[in-house]
């Protein structure tokens, strides 16, 4: 089966490439251009699919073109045709060949799904429970003792299960390129793992409708060498959230943080009601997607509702703008670690 | 009581008459006119969110309206728009089809629209009483448990009451069509279309109680405080999603089937030609109403229920690709060899067979359950269902129209104007959509309120929404053609296209009884073969005889008013005492007008034909 399915994926590779003159889309957020093993077991599906599918559809309009082009009435033509009952042959023929087809489509099909589905190797690998928060990602390293949110580090070429599970209403785990979706739910863990092929910044996103701010739930994926991802880990187990910036600033900002933000956030090893911000000073973008600039930052402690639509942060405590760059700067500061998006590559605009 | 000789009556003889109407044809007129209705609200609500989406990051709607939008669309359109509209053509032809008077409970079907109407009335009103409902058109749970204010309550008895008219309407053409049809209409002979009138009306019989009790649930949870669905309280959520999807792929297929039957009356009419495999049509029919029962969870592939239960509704959902295709290749076989005439109904039913083979294609691509990872809850599958329910649903009304207008108005729609709406609509169309399966795939999923900028999801979004404004401009073109036709149409000639089936053999505008004489069916394809083998009129099958004819009532009008009255109060019932009295009071009206209907003797009335003049006696 594998090198017959090999040729017909290049073959149709190109079909669908040349179909789309555009390209593919973003290589960090595109499911066409996989870079993870769910993602490429995905789009062979889709490939061999689509191709059969094309097939069936270029014989409806073959015989769709010879129908319009033959048998239109011309003027003043009045002969009545021959009223034909059917043809037992022919019905048999699209009878058959579709469920020959089929077939075709679905042996792959259900043994993929086997394959996807497969969680006998949970135990002895790394496991990372992840929690879908409206509107935010926690992601906890149980075995390590390490809690971070929105950005995800995974090594690179490793199998990596996630266990998910919804602390409000359903959420849905999508990473494009390097998997498909699974539902985050609220009453069940789901389990799936992942592996990505190659070192990057991958956007995450949810599908599964959850309120005002769905469309703003991003999250991102930061595979990096399993060296890298070592020395993150052991970075972040040494975190002392209670280390005291240099500059004066920053503490001030600390001490307010501390007045007013921790009842929900948290810094170090502990999930919280908000985002852990332990490495909140690597993140990608803040709140999942604005620049990382300490305007936005500020503009974002200020008024969440107008960033954020329906979150849970607004009017759970009060600051002046002063006080909020103040918190600004001693956040901004939170670099616990040398692995950063950048040792991934970063994100590619 | 309207006759065949009715001269000009006032605006009010023509509402109240309406209003109090038990006749098939008024009734099927009234769910048409109230789909319409619906219809431009859906399609407005459709345009508001392109246009939200025309650039990234666009601030022309707000979060929380936005959700308000894409849940009012959807559930405006499958439940208010197209499914009102179908009902009302089967209300309308069918009884004419298989040689029918009326439908069987004329009583219950006038309920039935005056449920369906208000319904939909009621769920439009939450836009001025603090919010529409905003939990997607499918409501899962728990997200629709949370939603504040009394949006989704809106929605369950909006719902729960256009839901009862439904289900009433499927038992009545049930009924109608086991024991209704003319002598020698054996069910070998119907028509395709009266044909799938029978398996919708199945299906409603079989997927709406699932639905009636998943939205009783979710009543009892917001309105009474139980917790089927709230998980703190041990309920389950996905208990929802089961109960939805039960009803709800049944669903598509009381859309699509009824389409299917309409393009099985218009191919072999503009092809001079009768259908190809009739059987074969029947029961391809049978097979994916059936198949439609067995394929729910392909809507959860990605909830975690496992391999096991994926794959084999992975199989399953494949597996109706095969009755769908005999049907796609039947119909190009009734054109083959035939002498097709295209106007504007033909050219809908042209433009169907590409655009719903996509719509089928991305279907059986759907059901691969590892592909449908990629696919779930993105523009991919916004792009297949519309494929499906415009290419498959709409073109079928619209070609509906364009067919029967000279038998229902008694005008002919104007050909230029049904061709400029057909080619702006039809281009419009795949514009929107098509480039929306690439959207999907390159990362965008569905629902959301903004896409961010330099995702390279920019053009995309821009095109689809240039194919909006183009399909609205069709839209506008249609009921341009509409008013223009009411005005200044043809008066067509009996019989204006060369029909084959029994209701091209009734004179037109057709008489309130329909049927002077009950006919005589002689074989398939009725009228056709009195043309070709006769001398073109359907023999009768009884002598003129007095016709047993139901009285008009207002009953069905008054009781749809006490069961809306009664479900304000359900939705406000939690909020004070005024919320149960208003219960109180609409149910008094409802179950009061129940009393009178039941202790009310009404035996209608006969119809005397006196020298050709059908009179009116008794009452």
Request: proline share 5%; aromatic share 14%; with cysteine.
């Amino acid at each position: 089966m594998k090198s017959w399915m090999g040729k017909m994926k290049a073959i149709m590779l190109f079909g669908f490439l040349s179909l789309l003159l555009a390209g593919c889309g973003k290589e960090n957020l595109t499911a066409l251009d996989p870079k993870g093993y769910g993602a490429e077991k995905s789009l062979d599906i889709i490939l061999l699919t689509t191709g059969i599918m094309v097939g069936v559809f270029l014989v409806v309009i073959i015989i769709y073109t010879i129908v319009l082009a033959r048998f239109r009435r011309k003027k003043g033509d009045n002969h009545i045709p021959e009223q034909v009952e059917g043809s037992k042959k022919l019905e048999t023929i699209w009878t058959v060949i579709p469920i020959i087809l089929v077939l075709i489509m679905g042996i792959p099909t259900v043994v993929y799904t086997f394959d996807l589905a497969d969680t006998s190797e949970a135990s002895s690998t790394l496991n990372i429970n992840v929690t879908g928060h409206q509107y935010w990602w926690n992601f906890e390293y149980e075995d390590h003792n390490v809690v971070t949110s929105q950005d995800l580090y995974i090594p690179v070429g490793e199998k990596v299960y996630v266990n998910m599970l919804s602390s409000d209403v359903i959420h849905s785990f999508w990473v494009p390129t390097i998997t498909g979706k699974m539902d985050v739910n609220p009453e069940n863990v789901n389990t799936m793992y992942i592996e990505a092929y190659e070192e990057g910044v991958y956007w995450g996103k949810c599908a599964e409708l959850c309120g005002p701010s769905h469309s703003l739930m991003d999250f991102k994926v930061i595979v990096v060498s399993p060296e890298e991802f070592e020395q993150w880990i052991t970075d972040m187990q040494n975190v002392d959230p209670e280390e005291v910036p240099t500059d004066a600033v920053a503490q001030e900002g600390q001490e307010l943080f501390q007045s007013n933000c921790m009842s929900c956030h948290a810094i170090g090893d502990a999930s919280s009601a908000g985002p852990n911000l332990t490495n909140f000073g690597n993140r990608v973008h803040f709140v999942g997607y604005l620049e990382p600039t300490k305007e936005n930052l500020v503009e974002w402690i200020m008024d969440p509702e107008s960033l954020k639509p329906g979150n849970k942060m607004t009017g759970m405590y009060e600051v002046t703008e002063e006080e909020a760059e103040k918190i600004a700067e001693y956040l901004m500061q939170l670099k616990s670690t040398d692995v950063t998006p950048e040792s991934a590559g970063g994100l590619i605009d | 009581m309207s006759t065949a000789t009715t001269q000009k009556r006032s605006v009010s003889a023509v509402i109240w008459d309406y209003l109090t109407t038990v006749d098939h044809k008024k009734v099927g007129i009234l769910y048409m006119l109230g789909g319409a209705f619906f219809f431009l609200l859906g399609g407005l609500e459709a345009l508001i969110i392109r246009i939200q989406l025309i650039k990234p990051e666009n601030d022309f709607v707000s979060a929380g309206l936005y959700n308000e939008m894409i849940t009012m669309h959807g559930t405006t359109m499958i439940f208010f728009a197209a499914m009102p509209i179908l009902i009302g053509l089967m209300n309308y032809i069918m009884p004419l089809q298989i040689g029918a008077r009326d439908v069987a409970f004329p009583f219950l079907n006038a309920l039935g629209v005056w449920l369906f109407i208000f319904g939909g009335l009621l769920m439009n009103v939450s836009w001025f009483t603090g919010g529409a409902p905003d939990a997607g058109w499918t409501n899962y749970a728990p997200l629709s448990l949370q939603s504040p204010g009394h949006g989704v309550n809106y929605y369950v008895m909006g719902l729960q009451l256009s839901g009862a008219g439904t289900l009433m309407s499927g038992i009545n053409f049930i009924v109608t069509i086991v024991r209704m049809r003319a002598p020698g209409m054996t069910y070998m002979r119907m028509p395709l279309f009266s044909w799938t009138t029978l398996v919708t009306s199945i299906l409603i019989l079989f997927a709406f109680p699932a639905f009636t009790v998943a939205l009783f649930l979710m009543q009892f949870d917001r309105m009474f405080e139980s917790a089927f669905f709230d998980i703190a309280l041990g309920g389950n959520s996905i208990i929802w999603q089961h109960l939805f999807w039960i009803f709800g792929h049944p669903e598509v297929y009381i859309l699509i089937l009824p389409a299917f039957g309409i393009f099985s009356e218009i191919f072999p009419t503009f092809s001079k030609k009768r259908l190809f495999g009739y059987t074969a049509m029947v029961f391809a029919t049978f097979l994916i109403a059936f198949l439609g029962f067995m394929v729910w969870a392909h809507h959860m592939f990605t909830v975690g229920l496992g391999p096991v239960a994926n794959a084999i509704f992975a199989i399953g959902t494949m597996a109706i690709a095969v009755p769908t295709g005999i049907k796609i290749f039947n119909w190009l076989l009734t054109m083959w060899g035939g002498s097709i005439q295209i106007n504007s109904a033909m050219l809908y039913a042209l433009g169907f067979i590409p655009s719903f083979t996509i719509g089928g294609m991305t279907g059986v691509m759907l059901g691969a359950t590892v592909a449908d990872f990629q696919y779930h809850d993105t523009y991919f599958v916004i792009a297949h269902f519309h494929y499906v329910i415009v290419g498959g649903v709409v073109f079928g009304i619209l070609a509906a129209m364009h067919y029967w207008w000279p038998l229902m108005f008694n005008r002919i729609l104007n050909e230029t104007l049904g061709k400029w709406a057909f080619w702006t609509f039809f281009f419009g169309f795949h514009l929107t959509f098509f480039v929306q399966h690439f959207l999907g795939l390159m990362g965008m999923p569905r629902r959301y309120w903004v896409f961010l900028e330099g995702q390279g999801l920019d053009v995309g979004n821009f095109v689809s929404t240039i194919g909006t404004f183009l399909m609205t401009i069709g839209v506008l073109i249609f009921l341009y053609n509409i008013v223009h036709t009411y005005f200044k149409g043809e008066v067509p000639a009996q019989d204006p296209w060369d029909g084959r089936t029994l209701e091209w053999s009734v004179p037109t505008p057709v008489p309130f009884y329909n049927f002077k004489q009950l006919p005589l069916v002689r074989g398939l394809d009725a009228l056709w073969l009195e043309k070709m083998e006769g001398d073109g009129k359907i023999k009768p099958a009884e002598p003129v005889a007095p016709i047993h004819m139901p009285n008009s009532s207002i009953l069905p009008f008054i009781m749809a008013v006490g069961f809306t009255i009664a479900s304000f109060g359900f939705i406000y019932q939690l909020d004070g005492p005024l919320g149960r009295i208003t219960i109180y009071i609409g149910m008094a009206i409802a179950v009061g007008s129940m009393i009178i209907r039941s202790l009310r003797d009404d035996h209608g009335y006969y119809v005397e034909f006196d020298e050709d003049e059908p009179q009116k006696e008794g009452a």
